[in-house]
């Protein structure tokens, strides 16, 4: 089993910047053999959406609509995800969710809100 919790969400204007965070615990098998992690986003009568998504060994992948504004990037030794958002749009308002890979499972965390707002 593995636990994701995230923080950093919040208000902020239009752009703005903000840093969401990832958490993850759980049996040292599982954080030693976890994969590929991602960022993910939500708003209601949406479907899921990727934002970006990283390999245990850095390789990125972004959505067209935050390429060059959202940067994804991780510390394998504090098993954390992390999110810089920079020159955010009232379009990004979401909650944003993070996985992560462990062999062929899949784990989700709960979520944080971001809104952008003025």
């Known amino acids: 089993q593995v636990q994701l919790v995230e923080s950093g969400g919040g208000l902020v204007q239009p752009g703005g910047s903000l840093r969401l965070s990832c958490a993850a615990s759980g049996s040292s098998f599982s954080m030693g053999n976890m994969g590929n992690r991602g960022w993910y986003r939500q708003t209601p009568g949406k479907q899921r959406e990727l934002v970006a998504s990283i390999t245990k060994g850095g390789s990125t992948n972004y959505a067209d609509s935050v390429k060059g504004r959202f940067t994804i990037s991780r510390d394998n030794a504090k098993n954390t995800l992390y999110l810089q958002m920079n020159s955010l749009k009232v379009e990004d308002t979401a909650v944003y969710l993070c996985?992560?890979?462990?062999?062929?499972?899949?784990?989700w965390g709960q979520g944080t809100q971001v809104t952008v707002s003025s």
């Open positions: 996985n992560c890979i462990v062999i062929t499972r899949v784990y």
